[in-house]
T-cell receptor
């Protein structure tokens, strides 16, 4: 049981290049999330997928796209990278408890450290 | 919208000192509350949680009580260790997670 896995761990891009960050979870969770972490800013939600086949914007979606490929996988794409997207990116998943009013914890991957030059 | 405010860091304590990290929140409805910990170079791990008013979450000697009347969820530990050095994040979920900015704790021998 690996939990949440992310690839790659590190990446350096030049301005304007594109790339896709991969995330997979093996906990059979319905919901998946992408965050970015910047110094002094905490974590900010980029996009999330409440269930397979759905995606929604979070707090900072500009410059990113996502794909919920299946229940296990949720990828984040940068079409034209900018230096402002230099950050650490975390994927997370959770088992939502629909209708119960109780929101379960999220499980996080180890992160991808992205530098855009 | 929902928000979380936690005390600014960094916090430096001597081993065996008492720890309090303050956290207050603003939310409509009845969120669940969490403390996450991030060790250097790693992702976030859930430390403890509380899902309703007056619940007390506890783990590894850390505790926090969900106080609806003061909209607070302060993290406490009676005797910190060097291994507790990390960044601590308070968060609420209703249902999306909203994080505080994090408090860096350094414990010195």
């Amino acid at each position: 049981n690996a939990g949440v896995t992310q690839t790659p761990k590190f990446q350096v891009l030049k301005t304007g290049q594109s790339m896709t960050l991969q995330c997979a979870q093996d906990m059979n969770h319905n919901s998946m999330y992408w965050y970015r972490q910047d110094p002094g800013m905490g974590l900010r939600l980029i996009y999330y997928s409440a269930s397979e086949g759905t995606t929604d914007k979070g707090e900072v979606p500009n410059g990113y796209n996502v794909s919920r490929l299946n229940k296990r996988e949720f990828s984040l794409r940068l079409e034209s990278a900018a230096p402002s997207q230099t950050s650490v990116y975390f994927c997370a998943s959770s088992e939502t408890a629909a209708g119960s009013g109780v929101y379960n914890e999220q499980f996080f991957g180890p992160g991808t450290r992205l530098t855009v030059l | 919208g929902d928000s979380v405010t936690q005390m600014e860091g960094p916090v430096t304590l001597s081993e065996e000192a008492f720890l309090t990290i303050n956290c207050t929140y603003t939310a409509t409805g009845y969120p669940s509350l969490f403390w996450y910990v991030q060790y250097p170079g790693e992702g976030l791990q859930l430390l403890l949680k509380a899902t309703k008013a007056d619940d007390k979450g506890s783990n590894k000697g850390f505790e926090a009580t969900y106080r609806k009347e003061t909209t607070s969820f302060h993290l406490e530990k009676g005797s910190v260790q060097v291994s507790d050095s990390a960044v601590y994040f308070c968060a609420l979920s209703a249902p999306q997670l909203t994080f505080g900015k994090g408090t860096k704790l350094s414990v010195i021998p």
